[in-house]
């Protein structure tokens, strides 16, 4: 499974981004995703989940009520929609795929090689 992000990019604090995954090669239609963030000298963090069929979803804490996690299989691609941005929130973007088809969403090994959100004060 390869997996490529969009749509980072600066913005002003209160502002929103859509970050988009796109992926090729394997089919992540039946995919748990995930979407990670990480700065400088932090490890990385997980942002929320979505289940294969985007009836389950999972955020930190940091973001619940901001973020939302959406899924087109169609279109092999999972978004995460974020508002009321804050400083922050500035981060590379990350998304990933879990391990196996039809998983809990508790081990993802493949990563995308991420986007990079900058939200000014």
């Known amino acids: 499974v390869q997996l490529v992000e969009s749509g980072g990019g600066t913005v002003q604090a209160g502002g929103s981004l859509r970050l988009s995954c796109t992926a090729s090669?394997?089919?992540?239609?039946?995919?748990?995703m995930g979407w990670f963030r990480q700065t400088p000298g932090k490890e990385r963090e997980p942002v929320g989940s979505?289940?294969?069929?985007?009836?389950?979803?999972y955020y930190a804490d940091s973001v619940q009520g901001r973020f939302t996690i959406l899924r087109d299989n169609a279109k092999e691609t999972v978004y995460l929609h974020t508002s009321g941005l804050r400083p922050e929130d500035t981060a590379v973007y990350y998304c990933?795929?879990?391990?196996?088809?039809?998983?809990?969403?508790?081990?993802?090994?493949?990563w995308g090689q991420g986007t990079q959100v900058t939200v000014s004060s």
């Open positions: 090669g394997r089919t992540i239609s039946r995919r748990f």
């Open positions: 979505i289940s294969w069929n985007g009836l389950e979803t």
């Open positions: 990933a795929a879990d391990a196996l088809e039809y998983g809990l969403g508790t081990e993802f090994d493949y």
